[in-house]
C-alpha cells in the first residue's frame, strides 16, 4: 500500500525489487528533464574552505527569472521554500485559526507541510470543483502547470478572486519552463500578496543539485529572510546553477527532446486498450486513467521490464486507476509497449 506522502523516483528501493543495478531501472515515475545542458565547470577547482558567498548568484538567477535579487529568496530545494513559507505565514499568525486551500491534485508536500504546521485544510477538486469558493483570508496553493496531470490554467482570473477574498496565494511554477506560457511574475507588483515557487533543478535535469526561489515582493522576502540561516546552499549548487544559465542552446534542445518524446508516448497510449482516459498535459508527464487494470497491477506488469511508473492513488481526488509517466529518451519509452499492447 503506498505511503500518504510518499512521491516517484525511489530508484533504490525499485532495483532491488527487480534485483538489479541502479543504472538498469528505466524510471519513468520521475519528473525531471531527461535533457542535460552542457556545462563547463571543474568542480575540482571550486574553493570550498571559505564560506560561500551568493552576490552573484543571486544575480544571476533574478536576471533569469526578470526580478530584483530583493524579490527572491533560495532554497535547498523547492520543498525547503515550501515548508520555510508554511512555517513563517503560521509564525505571523500565531495562536489564531489559519486556512489553507490547496486546488488538488497537488504536490503532495503541500499537504504535508499543512498538516505539520497545523493549518485548516480545505481542498479543491480541480477537476471538478474549480469554482468554488474560497474562504476568506485563506492561504491559496496553485501548482501551475499542475501536477500531476500538467494542465496549465489562465491564472489572471484566479488571482483577481483571490485577491478580492484577501488571500495570500502561491503559485507553484516548477514546470513552467516546459511550455510556452508566460510566468505570473508580472503579476508580482499588482498583488502584494502573491508568493511564486520555482524549481531550478527540474527542467534542468538535476535533482540532486538542490536549489528553489520564492519569488515575492521586497518587503515579503525580507520578512521571511529574517527566519533563515546565513548559509544554506553549497559552492557546488551555486556553481552548477550559474553554469547551466549560460548553455544558450538548451531550451531548444529541451523542448525538441520532450516534444519528440511526447509524440511518441501518446501516440502508444492512445491505441492502447488499457487506457480509459489522457489527460491533457503541457508539462513532462502525462496523466492517464487505467481500464480493467490497477496502478498496482500495472506495476506489477512493467517490473519484469526493469519500468517504474508513478502510481497516482495517493494525490486528492485521484484513484487507484491514475498513473504518471514522465516523458523520457525514446528508447526508455519503448519497453512500455510490451504491456500497454500485449
Known sequence: MMQTFQHGGDITTFAKTC?????????????I???KPHIDVDFNTIDIAPYPNYDSLYQNIADHYGVLTEQMELFNGGSAGIFSLFAHMRGRHMGLPLRCTIYAPAYLEYKKAANRFEYELHIIDRFNAMDEEV?????????????????????????KKWHNRNCTVLIDESF????????????LAQY????ILKSLTKYWGAAGIRMGALLSSAQNIAALRQREPLWKLSAFDAAYIQAVLQDESFAKRSEAANQESRDYLLALLKKS???????????NFVLVELQGITAEELQERLTPYRVMVRNCENFDTLGKYHVRIALKELKKLQPLKEVFHA
Not at 20 to 31: A, G, M, T
Not at 146 to 159: E, K, N
Not at 179 to 187: I, K, L, M, V
Request: net charge negative.
Open 19 to 31: 534485483g538489479c543495478s541502479l543504472d538498469e531501472v528505466i524510471d519513468l515515475s520521475s519528473n
Open 33 to 35: 528533464n531527461f535533457v
Open 135 to 159: 474562504a476568506q483570508g485563506s492561504f491559496v496553493i496553485f501548482v501551475n502547470p499542475a501536477t500531476p496531470d500538467g494542465a496549465f490554467y489562465d491564472i489572471q482570473p484566479l488571482l
Open 176 to 187: 513552467i519552463e516546459f511550455t510556452p506560457h508566460t510566468s505570473a511574475t508580472g503579476y
Open 192 to 195: 502584494p500578496n502573491l508568493f
Open 273 to 283: 486498450p488499457l487506457i480509459k482516459r489522457i489527460y491533457p498535459s503541457e508539462a
